[in-house]
């Protein structure tokens, strides 16, 4: 049974930083495109970042670009976000995805986790 657990959400000041987690189980992980989305109330979920098998490859949102990074540790089968320079607009539940292929990077995932709550005060 595959499953993808983030932490590392909590309420942060704008301008602060913040670093999610995934941790995956039950899934070959080196075989996954991880991505990270986020939801916030009232709003459709919208996609921040994919990270391609061997982390070779980024992609990002334009709303988070030069902020967030993505990167991956396929030994941990964890996949992080760090967040700069965060805004009250990046509060939001961010969730991790999984997916076999890299084509449409920021859709049709297969996998997702909960989310974590992130919060950022003005």
């Known amino acids: 049974q595959v499953r993808l657990v983030e932490s590392g959400g909590r309420l942060v000041q704008a301008g602060g930083s913040l670093r999610l987690s995934c941790a995956a189980s039950g899934l070959t992980f080196r075989s996954y495109v991880m991505g990270w989305f986020r939801q916030a109330p009232g709003k459709e979920r919208e996609f921040v970042a994919a990270i391609s098998w061997n982390g070779g490859r980024t992609y990002y949102a334009d709303s988070v670009k030069g902020r967030f990074t993505i990167s991956r540790d396929n030994a941990k089968n964890t996949a992080d976000l760090q967040m700069n320079s965060l805004k009250p607009e990046d509060t939001a539940v961010y969730s991790c995805?999984?997916?076999?292929?890299?084509?449409?990077?920021?859709?049709?995932?297969?996998?997702w986790g909960q989310g974590t709550q992130v919060t950022v005060s003005s």
């Open positions: 995805a999984a997916k076999i292929d890299l084509a449409s990077y920021a859709s049709n995932y297969a996998y």
